[in-house]
């Protein structure tokens, strides 16, 4: 058996047994989905790469600490650093996203430009309800969160959406169906109101 059909948790494993080219074999497993995520994210290419480093570099040092607890889902786990990292740039540059109110037609969350001109009190509202969309969509299921982010941070169609990830037109139009009413419904069991108005 090569290391490649090694699980995750056996890669990790032989990874703190002082085995490096385990963790080669697990940053190749997931660096395409996590570098996605981070450069659609910050939509800068330098950037990006740096925060995929960071990302990697704190997995490392977490695992090699010790602090990786086995029940955590390790993609899962490295999404949230990433995500985490992307948001202190976030936070550290001023660059940030507009969401519009949550009764707009469509739930549509990404797309808006109402806000660009507004204070920094509304600036830092916005920035709560980005990193709170943010948030929210590493809650759905994994296959309705891939659909999200390459739908409204990668910019793919659904035609390219549906070749990526192997399944048809519909299924990746379902499944972002289901992506939509899912933040829906989990905006109103947290009583969220989406708006900086």
């Given at each position: 058996m090569?290391y490649t059909d ?9 990874f ?5 080219r385990?963790f ?13 995520y ?7 290419k ?7 480093q ?20 390790f993609v899962?786990?490295?999404?949230r ?5 992307a948001?202190?740039y ?6 940030l996203q ?15 430009q ?10 830092i509202?916005k ?5 709170t969309?943010?948030l929210?969509?590493e809650e759905?299921?994994?296959?309705q ?13 659904f ?6 990830t ?5 299924t990746a139009?379902?499944r972002m169906?289901?992506a939509?009413?899912n ?5 109103e ?5 989406l708006?900086?108005k």
């Open positions: 090569s090694y699980s995750d948790q056996e890669l990790i494993s032989g703190i047994d002082g085995e490096s385990h080669e074999v697990l940053m190749n497993r997931y660096k395409d989905r996590v570098y996605t981070i450069y659609l994210t910050v939509k800068d330098a950037i990006a790469e740096d925060i995929f960071d990302t990697f570099i704190k997995v490392i040092h977490s695992l090699k600490k010790g602090t990786y607890s086995h029940d955590n889902k899962s786990w490295v999404m650093i990433a995500h985490n990292l948001i202190d976030f936070r550290k540059k001023k660059q507009t969401v519009p109110n949550k009764h707009d037609e469509g739930l549509d969350i990404f797309n808006n109402r806000f660009s001109e507004s204070t920094i009190e509304d600036k509202v920035d709560q309800i980005t990193d969309v943010r929210l969509i759905l299921p994994d296959d969160k891939e659909v999200i982010i390459l739908r409204h941070y990668v910019d793919m169609s035609k390219e959406i549906a070749e990526k192997g399944v048809s037109i519909n139009l379902g169906r289901y939509v009413l933040l829906r419904k989990l905006i069991e947290k009583n969220l109101i708006t900086s």
